[in-house]
């Protein structure tokens, strides 16, 4: 398959089963909300090192939260529930209680219900107040600003983690360019994020390591400075490959965030050095979902 | 189906408890055993279809025609359904009502929704002392569910009130708030002497500067975020409390005689 002269190859991502939540987050304005949005999904790239695996989903005008100020979508993945539980009271306590102005509110009504401000109000040590409307119980916890408001519970989903594709292109700057056309296009899918900084990742892995205490070490296969001495994956003419991970709250968000940033980076075509797309998988064997990327291209 | 109607054949003599006569108490019931059904009045037991003309088939929509003050606990403990009363209702309307809808056309008695759990209550006229307060004995008045009152309300509204929302149009008594314990009460019109006394914790809403005592304190005036909030939720009842988008209110908390946790928010 060849997208206006990228070839694209064929392969697919393999992903896996995860758990995710969907947090609304409002402040005074969208300033103060990407302030805590930010901060709440700051160091969380993969789950690797991180413990969750989160981004900003989109933003929220006034007539979409639940208290009437701008906002911002949060998204955030686990590899089990109980790792993004404790994820989302650390990440809240830390981020979103501490932000000026700011409040948050469940983003998933079904699922399971998990904690979101249930055991932040104990910070109120006893002057905090339970308020229920609608079926909904929040809390209000005095704070030096005035009050931190904060539904009880948000909703907890079995989510997909890991889609992913690779950008080939004959130089950085040009895999870059492709990458970031992406992103652009990738943000307006909803019910995904692309977590890595600015949504690309440059250090692709493969599992395993010479090193016995590392799980998973650089992927030498699509590594153009190493072409002459490792089983490559690359033709002469490429010398940059960046990665597009993907989580989504079912496969086939993710199939459509696929879609919608490899038919973006294609736009760009081969006249603008973007030669191949591929993707990243274990051979089929760990993940439980897979995303063909002639399949999705069809 | 129409509606199952019970109409009042005459004004009674003596107090008659109604509480047999619910929606889900109902059910399935042919008009026959719902006549034979025996209602205490005193020392007297009377057969429904002695007290009410009986018509209709739907049980879950009750109506009573013709109501007087004289019939006491309708809604006891109804777990479905509606009931709408046309005339007035006898004390302790809606008492430990669990689920479903009573809509009263007239004037209510006291300790109306004493022990209410879920539900609503919606009051077309006023109502005596002790709404949604506990009676004597227990520890709780309403533990949730909705009231709404267009008209008054006497003494001691929400007295031990645990949980739930009332909304009161118009003025009330004494004691408001007393002793509560939590949940939200909002009267639109002023309020008798005493406000809070004792109260732990819970909201009281105003919109017109109370007599408050000494151990209610001012907290100074702020903009709450939640009141817009509760406001949002609001907005689809049948109160002039949909109409309010307020958010900026002096706060006063207390009783600081009795742990102080509860505030009184006056809207400015």
Known sequence: MIINGVVIDDTFAEAFGMRGTRVIITAQNLKWAYNAANAMTGFATSVIACGVEAGIERELDSSETPDGRPGVAVLLFAMGSAVLMKQLETRMGQCVLTCPTAAAFSGIEGGDRINLGKNLRFFGDGFQISKQFGGKRYWRVPVMDGEFLTEEKTGMVRAVGGGNFLVLAESQPQALAACEAAIEAMKKVPNVIMPFPGGVVRSGSKVGSKYKTLIASTNDAFCPTLKGITKTDLSPEIESVMEIVIDGLTDEDVRKATRAGIAAACELGAKNGIKRISAGNYGGKLGQFQFHLREIMA | ?268
């Open chain 2, 1 to 268: 189906m129409s509606a199952l109607t019970l109409t009042l054949k005459s004004i009674p003599q003596q107090r008659i408890d109604c509480s047999p006569l619910t929606p889900d108490k109902l059910a399935g019931k042919s008009v026959a055993e719902i006549g034979a059904i025996e209602l205490q009045s005193g020392k007297l037991t009377l057969r429904t279809d002695a007290v009410f003309d009986i018509s209709g088939d739907d049980a879950s929509d009750l109506v009573f025609m013709n109501c007087r003050d004289k019939l006491d606990y309708i809604g006891n403990a109804m777990q479905s359904g509606r009931i709408i009363i046309h005339g007035d209702a006898g004390w302790y309307l809606g008492f430990h009502m669990k689920k479903g809808n009573i809509v009263l056309h007239g004037h209510a008695g006291g300790f109306a929704a004493s022990g209410m759990s879920g539900g609503t209550l919606h009051i077309h006229g006023s109502v005596g002392d002790y709404l949604a307060s506990a009676i004597p004995g227990d520890r709780k008045g309403m533990k949730g569910g909705l009231v709404i009152v267009t008209g008054n309300a006497g003494d001691r509204v929400g007295d031990q009130m645990r949980r739930g929302i009332v909304l009161i149009e118009g003025n009330v008594g004494a004691y408001c708030a007393s002793r509560m314990l939590a949940g939200t009460i909002g009267v639109m019109g002023s309020v008798g002497d005493y406000v809070g006394y004792g109260m732990r914790r819970g909201t009281l809403l105003l919109f017109s500067q109370p007599r408050l005592h000494a151990t209610l304190q001012d907290c100074g005036s702020h903009t709450l975020p939640f009141l817009k909030l509760m406001f949002k939720s609001f907005s689809g009842l049948p109160s002039k409390f949909a109409a309010i988008h307020l958010n900026r209110v002096q706060r006063y908390a207390g009783d600081l005689a009795n742990d102080g946790k509860g505030e009184i928010l006056i809207f400015m």
